[in-house]
């Protein structure tokens, strides 16, 4: 199943350099809550684009690579 941007032509986010809080809730299939709770603790690094938030892609995938297997995913919540 591919997550795409309507507003992109279709895209698949995967392609982007940045996400929206919004799409790193969808990739990893949490809610907003808890996606901002990891912004808030600092596991998912964050810029400011004017007022936007956005995740980088390569913060993103270097956080999400550093989780081990079993345990440090559930610990980030």
């Known amino acids: 199943m591919s997550i795409t ?7 698949t986010v995967v392609d982007r350099r940045v996400y929206t809080a919004t799409e790193i809730s969808q990739i990893l299939g949490i809610g907003m809550t808890n996606t901002y709770q ?37 610990s980030a919540f």
Do not use: P, Y
């Open 5 to 11: 941007d309507e507003k992109s032509g279709g895209s």
């Open 38 to 74: 990891l912004i808030k603790e600092g596991h998912i690094r964050t810029v400011r684009i004017g007022t936007a938030i956005r995740i980088s892609k390569k913060s993103f995938d270097d956080w999400l690579d550093s989780l081990e297997i079993e345990g440090s995913v559930n």
